[in-house]
């Protein structure tokens, strides 16, 4: 439990920092939006994918890594038919700085997985 929240602490503010940073860019209300939108989506999902994956890794490493992945993979998706229709913003810069942020707090996930 320590380490998820340990992971969640760390992979939020990395995703809010990165959002920030990435929002000082644009000025456009709608793709500023989508960016924090995503960094939201993204909180969650590393966090849910943290879970699924953590209890597989001493006995499967790879199972756990997939499972995560798929949970991950499938948020994209979703995000993709429903979230960003639903939430009017531009897909491109809703579904790539999804991924840009999972991408990024997926590189530090393996520290946590093995404490």
């Not at 990165?18 to 939108?37: E, K, N, Q, Y």
């Not at 798929?70 to 700085?97: D, Q």
Request: proline share 5%.
């Amino acid at each position: 439990m320590r380490a998820w929240v340990r992971f969640g602490v760390l992979s939020t503010a990395v995703i809010t920092g990165l959002a920030w940073v990435v929002t000082l860019r644009w000025s456009d209300p709608m793709t500023v939006r989508a960016i924090w939108s995503s960094a939201v989506i993204a909180s969650v999902v590393q966090l849910v994918g943290f879970a699924v994956a953590r209890p597989l890794m001493r006995e499967n490493p790879i199972a756990g890594w997939g499972l995560g992945s798929i949970v991950r993979f499938a948020a994209v998706v979703i995000h993709a038919v429903l979230g960003v229709p639903a939430l009017g913003v531009p897909s491109g810069t809703a579904l790539v700085s999804l991924v840009g942020f999972l991408f990024v707090t997926m590189l530090f996930e393996p520290l946590f997985l093995r404490s």
